[in-house]
Every structure is written in C-alpha cells, then in structure tokens.
C-alpha cells in the first residue's frame, strides 16, 4: 500500500467519525449506554427539595408547585460531564431553571441562586423587565446568547450541559447558547436578586428550579454522562 492510499484512507476514517458525531478530541464514544438516569420517571428518588414549594411527579415528569425553590439531586457533586434536561414549559413561557456548580450541598432556596450557576429557562425575559443575559440557555446574567433556540410550551427542548473544568458549555436544541470559561468577562449586576460575580468551584450540585405558581416546566429527564478522556 502506498503512502498516498494510506494518507487517502486516514482522511475517509477521519471524515466518516466526524460524521457520526465522534471528536478526535475524546477518546469515548457517544452512546446512550454512557447516559445515566437521574430522575426514574416514578418518583423523587435521590432529590430533594428546599425552600418554598415542592416538586412531585404526575404522568412520568416532574412538576412543580409554588416556589421559589430547588429541587437538587442529594447523589454528589457534578463534574467533566455533560448534563441532559429534556424539558416542557407548561404555558408558551415559563420561567425556571437548571443549577449547576453549586459549591456545597443546599439547605435553602438562595444560596445556589447567589453562589452557583443558573442556567436560564425563560424565552422571554422582556417581559419583567429583563435583557437578553437572562434568556434561555445562558448563564443567567452572566452571558450573552450565542443563539436563542428556545421552544415555546407545550414543545419539548433538550439541553445539555458540559462542565468541562472551568469552561460551561450549553446547548439547546442543538445550538450553541453558551460556551463560557472561568474568568471570561461578565457585565455588572443589574438587579439584587442576580447570583454574585466571581468564580464557581470545578465541582458542585446540581437542581432544577421552581419559580412560582405562574411558571411550570415539567421535567422529563435528567440524565449525566461523564467525558471522555482527552487525548
């Protein structure tokens, strides 16, 4: 075999692995054997709720009532994974959202909202007076949209969250809304109620928001799975 069929052969592989989905930058394969389920479709099984309102589960998802309060998963820290949410707003919009780099395990509503990372559920932040830091797929006031892919209820979106070291990488609906790295330059808070500046830990909890009454997002699935290792 020559040099060149080689060569011609390497670059057939290489494109036939881009295609289905494979980066020559991990070593692990994508499988739906690699996710792991974290919400049984039964019941609250390793989660737990603090705050106000509650979380419960009806027709195979979790919903929430009241709010504002966190359902977080009590299992352990979260890290080099990414994070799949497969979500429905109950109304055209709702508002709640996914947390993540909570730094230590919470007893209350406001410490993740402070301290972790709001990965923003509100396809029309507009409408109580916010920008468009505070839409879907963002880290909630931190970082500017690089797509608005949100669907309106009653559509189901997926998300999927990489925390890959410092860097925080969201997807929604497969576009790219965020990809942030820690220490990358975030805009002055705007509003008290908005989490405070500064770097989160590698490692943290996750949860799932309920915001009020008025905001219902049923929750289908969350599922992690770790990354694969460099090359």
């Not at 980066?23 to 603090?50: M, R």
């Not at 009590?74 to 979500?87: A, E, F, L, Q, R």
Request: glycine share 12%.
């Amino acid at each position: 075999m020559t040099a060149k069929s080689i060569l011609q052969g390497f670059c057939l592989s290489l494109s036939f692995m881009l295609l289905l989905g494979f980066s020559p930058g991990y070593a692990q394969k994508n499988t739906d054997k690699d996710w792991k389920q974290f919400f049984n479709g039964k019941d609250l099984t390793g989660w737990k709720q603090v705050g106000p309102g509650t979380h419960y589960v009806e027709d195979g998802t979790i919903r929430s009532h009241g709010g504002m309060g966190l359902l977080y998963y009590t299992g352990g820290k979260m890290s080099n994974c990414t994070i799949k949410v497969v979500y429905q707003m109950q109304k055209s919009n709702s508002n709640s959202g996914v947390f993540i780099r909570i730094p230590i395990e919470p007893r209350e509503a406001m410490m993740p909202v402070f301290y972790g990372y709001e990965v923003q559920i509100d396809n029309h932040p507009e409408t109580s007076g916010e920008d468009e830091y505070h839409i879907t797929g963002t880290l909630y006031s931190l970082t500017k949209p690089l797509a608005k892919s949100g669907k309106p209820g009653p559509e189901w979106n997926t998300m999927e969250i990489t925390l890959d070291g410092p860097r925080t990488i969201v997807y929604l609906n497969g576009q790219k809304v965020t990809d942030y790295k820690e220490g990358d330059p975030t805009p002055e808070r705007k509003f008290d109620y908005e989490p405070f500046r500064g770097p989160r830990p590698l490692t943290g909890y996750i949860g799932l928001q309920n915001h009020s009454d008025n905001d219902i997002v049923y929750f289908k699935e969350v599922s992690v799975k770790p990354l694969g290792k460099k090359k």
